[in-house]
């Protein structure tokens, strides 16, 4: 680890410093215009778009400036997460100010990220997964008909298998029992850094007429694995 970080360093101070503050203006760039979009960033696409021309060992140490600036500037924390089996190491924005721990509000489209919060709140009531005909069982209850495009949410097969999962805020886990092949739904890595678990308890110890602090000590295990 040593010989990689002095490697990063050497490679860092070989930088010239207005190159640096291009390089890491051009990281933040990058991220945020990913972040438009929700979906996690690949270090091999920042790598290769931005230090095309340098050292891409210096990167570590150009990523640290860059999550510096992009704190203290914008209010936004940079996740690191690995992706897939293979372990391929991505990032995505979360906003770390005071105020944007209300999920919803913080959200211009409100309708699907209200489907969404009933969705992780349903995960975790169930012990932390759902299995997909549980899952579209409960969204029947809603009026929602996997399939079939709703009115409101549009092609909703689609936002939960696809366009959720690549924004990690689910993570969809392919299950083979007895050779019959099935999918099962946790929170993603995305929901678990912008989700206010205490709002959502409190939410729905209200909406079932009971108080937090008795949801707190049913869920407590539950709550604490997210």
Same mark, same amino acid.
């Given at each position: 680890?040593?010989?990689?970080?002095?490697?990063?360093?050497?490679?860092?101070?070989?930088?010239?410093?207005?190159?640096?503050?291009?390089?890491?203006?051009?990281?933040?760039?990058?991220?945020?215009?990913?972040?438009?979009?929700?979906?996690?960033?690949?270090?091999?696409?920042?790598?290769?778009?931005?230090?095309?021309?340098?050292?891409?060992?210096?990167?570590? #140490?150009? =990523? %640290? $400036?860059? /999550?510096?600036?992009?704190?203290? +500037?914008?209010?936004?924390?940079?996740?690191?997460? @690995?992706?897939?089996?293979?372990?391929?190491?991505?990032?995505?924005?979360?906003?770390?100010?005071?105020?944007?721990?209300?999920?919803?509000?913080?959200?211009?489209?409100?309708?699907?990220?209200?489907?969404?919060?009933?969705?992780?709140?349903?995960?975790?009531?169930?012990?932390?997964?759902?299995?997909?005909?549980?899952?579209?069982?409960?969204?029947?209850?809603?009026?929602?008909?996997?399939?079939?495009?709703?009115?409101?949410?549009?092609?909703?097969?689609?936002?939960?298998?696809?366009?959720?999962?690549?924004? #990690?805020? =689910? %993570? $969809?886990? /392919?299950?083979?029992?007895?050779? +019959?092949?099935?999918?099962?739904?946790?929170?993603? @890595?995305?929901?678990?850094?912008?989700?206010?678990?205490?709002?959502?308890?409190?939410?729905?110890?209200?909406?079932?007429?009971?108080?937090?602090?008795?949801?707190?000590?049913?869920?407590?295990?539950?709550?604490?694995?997210?």
């Amino acid at each position: 680890m040593t010989g990689k970080v002095s490697l990063a360093q050497k490679a860092f101070d070989e930088m010239r410093g207005d190159s640096v503050d291009t390089k890491v203006g051009e990281i933040i760039r990058y991220l945020l215009c990913a972040d438009k979009k929700k979906l996690p960033v690949k270090k091999k696409d920042i790598v290769d778009a931005v230090l095309k021309d340098n050292s891409p060992r210096a990167f570590v #140490l150009l =990523l %640290d $400036r860059a /999550k510096d600036r992009l704190k203290e +500037v914008f209010g936004l924390k940079v996740v690191e997460v @690995e992706l897939g089996k293979s372990k391929i190491k991505a990032y995505f924005l979360v906003n770390c100010l005071p105020e944007a721990s209300q999920f919803l509000d913080q959200k211009a489209d409100f309708p699907k990220m209200g489907l969404l919060f009933f969705i992780l709140a349903h995960i975790m009531m169930n012990q932390n997964f759902l299995s997909e005909s549980d899952l579209w069982a409960y969204l029947k209850q809603l009026g929602i008909e996997k399939g079939s495009k709703h009115a409101t949410f549009g092609d909703v097969t689609k936002l939960i298998t696809q366009e959720w999962v690549q924004q #990690l805020y =689910l %993570d $969809r886990e /392919k299950k083979s029992p007895n050779n +019959v092949t099935s999918f099962e739904y946790h929170w993603g @890595e995305r929901a678990k850094h912008e989700i206010d678990k205490e709002a959502m308890i409190t939410f729905l110890a209200e909406a079932h007429g009971s108080t937090p602090e008795a949801w707190h000590k049913q869920f407590k295990g539950i709550f604490d694995a997210l």
